[in-house]
């Protein structure tokens, strides 16, 4: 199963609790992978979304049914000419004496009109805003696997959508791009910080642990060539200490992965992993709360000492 679809079982299994964010979570969907049309013969409005992943399908389902208050069916097309997985379409029609329903979610105007903006009032509290990108992301977001090129994109409907929903994410502290392409406006992440952030904000912390076990022994990969390329000649002391430190912890990750170091000393290894220049005295100072030169010496021991038990003779 691709990366992006297992994101994307993990965020449409989270349901959640408060209307609030059930609403925001909602319009998001609908907002970004949502078609509307007027069957004017029927003085009713039909909405559709598709999707390949089946558990948003099914969160779509019972968001509807909760807050929309109207029969919604789910059909299943198989796209057997491209052997490709099979699509899910999560219908319903919406009355037009029931259209202050799509207004509340943000997604019409008062004269039955399509408004594409994310609506201010509906993502107004932290928690909404967080709900809201979960919900794009699952309509129409993917996330390429940490392994490759770092990329995660939402194709959005129009412009404006994409520039708002860009600016939604930099309140939560994440800078995107906006592109327009022959395949439609796209937002993007391209820095593994960023998507590591969204990730985070969106809820999938399964995801985000896989996402940075991988991205960690990347990138102390390439820091511990830098160091053996430039300064073979004369290692100082505190370089040598933190090679053999980055090393055995990179080792230790990929042998039981960033879960399964202890919390106590979790964050010791990042630390350590992403200043490798640094002295344990000055990675001491780094910590929240800091920690003294002795404080940081033993949980490096600890560290040590773990990798040692776990990986025997090996380091
Ligand atoms: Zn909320």
């Known amino acids: 199963m691709s990366f992006s679809n297992e994101t994307k079982n993990e965020l449409a299994r989270i349901i959640p609790e408060k209307e609030c964010c059930q609403r925001a979570e ?15 013969s029927q003085n009713e409005m039909v909405w559709e979304l598709s999707t390949e992943n089946a558990a948003t399908a099914r969160k779509v389902f019972k968001l509807a049914k909760a807050l929309l208050a109207v029969p919604v069916e789910v059909t299943i097309l198989n796209k057997r000419q491209l052997k490709k997985n099979k699509v899910f379409i999560v219908r319903a029609r ?42 794009a992301f699952l309509a129409r977001g993917s996330v390429n696997k940490p392994e490759g090129e770092y990329h995660l994109e939402i194709t959005c409907p129009s412009l404006v959508t994409a520039q708002d929903v860009a600016k939604l ?19 993007y ?8 952030d969204f990730l985070r904000v969106a809820g999938a912390s399964t995801a985000l642990l896989d996402f940075e076990n991988v991205r960690i022994v990347k990138s ?45 000393i979790r964050d010791v290894a ?46």
């Open 270 to 315: 990042i630390l350590r992993l992403k200043n490798p220049d640094l002295s344990l005295k000055e990675l001491g100072g780094m910590m929240e709360p800091p920690l003294s030169k002795s404080g940081i010496a033993y949980r490096m021991r600890r560290l040590e000492a773990m990798a040692r038990r776990i990986l025997g003779d090996t380091i």
């Open 169 to 187: 994410l930099e309140k939560l502290g994440i800078a995107a791009r906006v592109s327009e392409r022959k395949s439609g406006i796209v937002l």
């Open 220 to 264: 102390v990969r390439n820091q511990v060539n830098r160091l053996v390329n430039c300064e073979t000649a004369n290692l100082e002391k505190t370089v040598a200490a933190s090679w053999r430190q980055t090393e055995t912890i990179t080792r230790l990750i990929e042998k039981v992965g960033l879960e399964g170091i202890p919390e106590s």
């Open 189 to 196: 992440i391209k820095e593994s910080e960023s998507i590591v």
């Open 94 to 135: 919406q009355e037009r004496d029931e259209m202050f329903l799509m207004q509340e979610l943000g997604l019409f105007n008062g004269q039955g009109r399509r408004v594409e903006r994310v609506p201010e009032s509906l993502v107004h509290r932290r928690c909404c805003k967080r709900c809201y990108l979960r919900g």
């Open 26 to 40: 909602l319009s998001g969907l609908l907002n970004i992978g949502g078609t509307f049309t007027w069957d004017d």
